[in-house]
């Protein structure tokens, strides 16, 4: 099983500022098939980011993914009010398995 | 725009078995090759995903679980239930079902917005 990751648990930071998630895989990740996802409370996942680097449909340019193999980034440019949330790295290279979270907080 | 909706009840005894169903509005499970998984996230803790069922029929288990879980669907009335057989307390969580697109079949681009199952006598 290919083991997700992801540091820091909490990031605490101001609306404006750049977050920088990390997203590390016990094992290479096929074809960098990772994606990201953003969960509020009550919320089901939003899915943000595909193939490591690709937007989903309707998400800002303000998130960008990045890495390959098996360390990948999740970098918000610019923190908006509604950013702050739970974000969750996913491999789906064999089987699929998610990452333990990172929690971006309101500093 | 596709939309999904898990039902089913939200107290199961132990060793009993946890059947959830997802019924899918604004678009077919058996045509344009979309995969249809249950996915789960246990009390404020991480993802796990369950299995699916691709628009072929076609299904696939999470190997932890497989023993004890069946996948399949009702096409006339385009469902797609969850079936967990002899849980236990740790099987207590939230029940997501999601739809992947057929560019990417792991990636869950439309979720359900989730039920809670709590098992407990």
């Known amino acids: 099983e290919v083991v997700l990751t992801q540091s820091p648990d909490n990031l605490s930071l101001s609306p404006g500022e750049r977050a920088t998630l990390s997203c590390r895989a016990s094992q290479s990740v096929t074809s960098n098939w990772l994606a990201w996802y953003q969960q509020k409370p009550g919320q089901a996942p939003r899915l943000l980011i595909h193939g490591a680097s690709s937007r989903a449909t309707g998400i800002p340019d303000r998130f960008s993914g990045s890495g390959s193999g098996t360390d990948f980034t999740l970098t918000i440019s610019r923190l908006e009010p509604e950013d702050f949330a739970l974000y969750y790295c996913?491999?789906?290279?064999?089987?699929?398995?998610f990452g333990g979270g990172t929690k971006v907080e309101i500093k | 725009q596709v939309q999904l909706q898990e039902s089913g009840p939200g107290l199961v005894k132990p060793l009993q078995t946890l059947s959830l169903t997802c019924t899918v509005s604004?678009?077919?499970?058996?045509?344009?090759?979309?995969?249809w998984s249950w996915i789960r996230q246990h009390p404020g803790k991480g993802l796990e995903w369950i299995g699916y069922i691709y628009y072929s029929g076609l299904i696939d288990y999470n190997p932890s679980l497989k023993s004890r879980v069946t996948v399949s669907r009702q096409t006339s009335r385009n469902q797609f239930s969850l079936k967990l057989n002899s849980v236990t307390a740790a099987d207590t969580a939230v029940y997501y079902c999601?739809?992947?697109?057929?560019?990417?079949?792991?990636?869950?681009?439309?979720w359900g917005q989730g039920t809670l199952v709590t098992v407990s006598s």
């Open positions: 999601a739809r992947s697109p057929p560019y990417s079949y792991g990636v869950f681009d439309s």
């Open positions: 604004g678009g077919s499970i058996t045509s344009g090759g979309y995969y």
């Open positions: 996913q491999q789906y290279g064999s089987s699929f398995t």
